[in-house]
């Protein structure tokens, strides 16, 4: 995966509509689907609890494939983008520890996968107006340049490979 820019405004439009047009579908399927399971499977005296939750799931289901289909259309890259994006993150997130030991022992593979960690995390901190931690943030991915040039590894995210974090 690498890193590509993204239009901020373009991206929080198209997220806000994608996630209307998720609650709203998810509103009208499960009331829909909900009645039509109690109208054909239940009796007045009987708790609908169950008919209920299987519209529930049932419209889960129907908005889950609805987004698989949709997904490489172009409305949908920025958003797609973002939710892969943070996807790819917390696998990193998830090795971290193992990585951070790698990164000060000199591993290359590990000092990649810090940089397209920190700067994944910068652009989605950016796109989500997150200033609170960018401070803390960019203090690191200076140490981690530091690190990087020293070793004579280029700051490029392009060399980061998903199946780096294989090794750890």
Do not use: C
Not at 11 to 34: C, P
Not at 43 to 62: D, Q, T, W
Request: proline share 1%; glycine share 4%; hydrophobic share 50%.
């Amino acid at each position: 995966m690498t890193l590509k820019e993204i239009d901020k405004t373009l991206y929080r439009n198209h997220l806000r509509v994608v996630f209307a047009g998720m609650a709203l579908a998810l509103m009208f399927f499960s009331v829909a689907i909900s009645t039509l399971f109690i109208y054909l499977f239940s009796r007045p005296e009987v708790s609908h609890f169950l008919h209920n939750l299987a519209g529930v799931v049932v419209a889960a289901i129907i908005v889950f494939v609805v987004l698989n289909k949709f997904r490489q259309h172009s409305y949908m890259f920025e958003v797609v983008y973002i939710w892969d994006l943070k996807q790819q993150l917390n696998r990193i997130n998830r090795k971290l520890r193992k990585i951070e030991v790698a990164v000060e022992s000199g591993d290359s593979n590990a000092m990649v996968i810090m940089n397209f960690m920190y700067r994944g995390s910068k652009q989605l901190y950016e796109l989500d107006d997150n200033t609170i931690t960018m401070g803390s943030l960019i203090s690191k991915i200076n140490v981690l340049d530091q690190h990087m040039q020293d070793s004579g590894l280029s700051l490029s995210t392009s060399a980061y490979d998903p199946a780096m974090l294989d090794q750890f």
